[in-house]
């Protein structure tokens, strides 16, 4: 998984894209998606805080739409 990551990252550093779509590809889609549908999925990781703090905001595709 660290090469897959860091292969991934490799398009903010070339500058194809910012560090917040980024974070939208590598985390908040994800943790939308499994959060979505088992709101338990990541109780007892080390993401837990994150994506709860996550699931309390508005996703960004929702904040553009307006």
């Not at 994506?51 to 739409?65: D, G, I, K, N, Q």
């Amino acid at each position: 998984m660290n090469k897959v990551a860091e292969e991934a990252y490799e398009m903010v550093e070339h500058g194809a894209i910012g560090a917040d779509d980024f974070r939208r590809f590598a985390f908040e889609h994800n943790a939308r998606l499994w959060a979505g549908m088992n709101p338990d999925f990541f109780r007892g990781t080390a993401v837990e805080n994150d994506v709860a703090r996550l699931l309390t905001e508005p996703s960004h595709e929702a904040a553009t739409a307006r």
